[in-house]
């Protein structure tokens, strides 16, 4: 069974970075792809960011160019950096895992951005 934990969110002033952390635990195997993801009160889940095992990335448009991905496969960890961050960044951010044909959630990490 694969859990994952997020951390690294909190509150930050518009214009400001912060860095999110997704750590699994259990076996990981390949391929997989590893998402970030956000939603908002009364909206859907969005996609932000993704990488798969071969580190190929992917970004919702709104994000190009401020947040970039990356993993530490030995670590079983990837992660979101944040920069410039806007209002409309505020969201829960939640990991996930595509892996053998399942999806696996982490519980959520609060960002809010202050105008």
């Known amino acids: 069974q694969v859990q994952l934990v997020e951390s690294g969110g909190g509150l930050v002033q518009a214009g400001g970075s912060l860095r999110l952390s997704c750590v699994a635990s259990?076996?990981?195997?390949?391929?997989?792809?590893v998402g970030w993801y956000r939603q908002v009160p009364g909206k859907q889940r969005e996609l932000v960011a993704e990488?798969?095992?071969?580190?190929?990335?992917n970004y919702a448009d709104s994000v190009k160019g401020r947040f970039t991905i990356s993993r530490d496969s030995a670590k079983k960890t990837v992660f979101l950096q944040m920069n410039s961050l806007k209002p409309e960044d505020t969201a829960v951010y939640y990991c996930?895992?595509?892996?053998?044909?399942?999806?696996?959630w982490g519980q959520g990490t609060q960002v809010t951005v202050s105008s």
């Open positions: 996930k895992v595509w892996m053998q044909l399942r999806n696996y």
């Open positions: 259990g076996s990981i195997s390949s391929p997989n792809t």
């Open positions: 990488i798969s095992h071969l580190s190929i990335t």
